[in-house]
């Protein structure tokens, strides 16, 4: 079946540690994101991706970083610079045409706790 | 800049009930507005999508309206199931840019 999938679905790190969220896609979408959703608040978007090799950053990047070597797979990297890592992670992947979105698809999401 | 709105963030009513989420928004100019469902810590599942030069969207019980003069979009669920139980949100494509309302939490009680 086509999807999002996302691992690991749980992820502990102590501080100081650089951690990595995989997230593989076989939807053959050239744009795919990362948000962050925490409690009461609507997504905020990491990093987007448009195409292989090319990704922007979104409202919230500071202490994230991401690639985008393969048109399947985005994974976000969140480093020991990122204050309040502690958060549910989603990933994305879109029908965009031009500059607009289009109609999103998400994975199963990945939820990290700093220890 | 556009703000989007969801109220009630929770709401809870008897199964079999129609019921009517609410979504607003501060700028008209919008490319298009979206609908999602989530379950507890879970992803998000499309809904319905609803582009700037349409009026309503619907997907078996489910209908989305969408009147931009007045910055406001409705998901209206027709006789609830306790599996509609979620948390529902709204994005609002503006500018090239994703907005996200907060979402309503949505309890229909057996």
């Known amino acids: 079946d086509g999807g999002i999938t996302q691992s690991p679905k749980y992820l502990f790190r102590k501080e100081g540690q650089n951690v990595t969220l995989s997230c593989e896609q076989n939807l053959n979408h050239d744009a795919m994101y990362w948000y962050r959703q925490d409690p009461g608040q609507g997504l905020r978007l990491i990093y987007y991706s448009q195409i292989v090799n090319d990704f922007q950053k979104g409202d919230i990047a500071e202490g994230y970083s991401v690639s985008r070597e393969k048109k399947e797979s985005f994974p976000l990297t969140v480093t020991s610079a990122q204050k309040n890592p502690t958060a549910f992670y989603l990933c994305?992947?879109?029908?965009?045409?031009?500059?607009?979105?289009?109609?999103?698809?998400f994975g199963e999401g990945s939820r990290l706790t700093v220890l | 800049k556009q703000e989007v709105t969801q109220i009630p963030a929770a709401l809870s009513v008897p199964e079999g009930e129609n019921l009517v989420l609410n979504c607003s928004f501060t700028?008209?100019?919008?490319?298009?507005l979206q609908w999602f469902r989530q379950d507890p810590g879970k992803g998000l599942t499309s809904l319905l999508l609803?582009?700037?030069s349409q009026r309503e969207q619907t997907s078996g019980r489910l209908n989305a309206s969408l009147d931009k003069s007045s910055g406001r979009s409705t998901l209206y669920i027709a006789a609830s199931q306790p599996g509609d139980s979620a948390t529902y949100l709204c994005a609002v494509e503006s500018n090239y840019q994703l907005i996200w309302g907060a979402g309503t939490k949505l309890i229909i009680k057996p």
């Open positions: 609803i582009q700037s």
């Open positions: 700028d008209s100019a919008i490319y298009n």
């Open positions: 994305a992947s879109s029908t965009r045409t031009g500059a607009n979105t289009g109609e999103l698809f």
